[in-house]
């Protein structure tokens, strides 16, 4: 079973969403949803300190034990000296046992080697796929491969959708 991840933010309150679902579903099988309060303030380059807290508070009520991974909105790496980004900062919340795939809308120009740019649909506009704990071209062949016509996979957006959809 695979667990993806999004958290949306409320002043200094935050919604993280899960949904859970296997490679081939054309929607999740479950959506997990935790609040979080009093979170920290956005740092630039610090970003994971903001999300980690939501992701672990997620992962406490969903349990880790029947993942075979987990997708983060975001990096696994900042740069091309594999420094960790939210991705792999999640991955050693993990223990390090469950893999971490980061899905970004945006990439750096920082960590060109780290991701793989993954096209779907019409778009021109790619997403960044990078992993660890399971390689980076199985990864973006499993995210290109997700069931939908557009450039963002549907449970993603989904995800997304339900992330934002207000209900505090």
Avoid at 5 to 25: H, S
Avoid at 55 to 78: M, N, P, R, S
Avoid at 85 to 112: D, M, Q, S, W, Y
Wanted: aromatic share 10%.
């Amino acid at each position: 079973m695979i667990l993806a991840i999004d958290v949306y933010y409320y002043d200094n309150r935050a919604k993280a969403v899960g949904v859970l679902f296997e490679w081939d579903d054309t929607a999740p099988r479950q959506t997990i949803i935790a609040f979080v309060d009093d979170v920290a303030e956005y740092v630039p380059g610090e970003f994971y300190k903001r999300e980690l807290p939501c992701i672990e508070a997620l992962l406490q009520k969903t349990g880790t034990d029947f993942l075979d991974a987990v997708i983060v909105d975001g990096h696994i790496y900042t740069d091309n000296n594999g420094s960790y980004g939210l991705g792999g900062k999640t991955f050693e919340l993990l223990g390090k046992r469950i893999p971490v795939i980061g899905v970004a809308k945006t990439g750096f120009h920082t960590n060109k080697n780290t991701v793989i740019e993954v096209l779907r649909g019409e778009s021109k506009n790619p997403l960044y796929v990078s992993a660890i704990g399971i390689n980076s071209v199985f990864a973006a062949d499993k995210i290109r491969n997700m069931q939908g016509l557009y450039r963002m996979p549907d449970i993603l957006k989904t995800l997304d959708m339900v992330t934002k959809d207000g209900s505090t």
